[in-house]
């Protein structure tokens, strides 16, 4: 079953989160387990913690359901709201820097007709 929307990866020793977006959540789940448990995550203070902390001090879950569309802004919200950018709250390495633009802009694999 394909989830679109706003996900996280909660590590419940420290209450650090990652926050990410997809439009394929389950699939990115597997993507994202599949790096950490081979020690070649992209995120090297989420994949330092994994190999501190192991496999089941983290729960992955999806924070909200939305359209393709709202993924970028609904991430955004997140991050600004859990403050996953600082080190201090989370795992996030990038400020999303939000660009608006119209629908019929939109790459066409990410229009839904």
């Not at 190999?51 to 909200?64: M, P, Q, R, S, V």
Request: glycine share 4%.
């Amino acid at each position: 079953m394909k989830i679109c929307g706003i996900y996280s990866i909660i590590n419940t020793n420290n209450f650090k989160y990652y926050i990410g977006y997809s439009n394929k959540i389950n699939k990115r789940f597997n993507e994202h387990k599949y790096a950490l448990r081979h020690n070649i995550h992209a995120n090297d203070h989420l994949q330092k913690s994994w190999n501190k902390y192991g496999e089941d001090a983290f729960i992955f879950t999806i924070l909200e359901e939305c359209e393709i569309e709202n993924l970028a802004i609904r991430e955004h919200y997140w991050t600004t709201l859990l403050k996953t950018h600082d080190s201090e709250h989370g795992y996030n390495q990038q400020i999303i820097k939000l660009k608006f633009i119209e629908k019929d802009q939109y790459p066409k694999k990410y229009v839904i007709k």
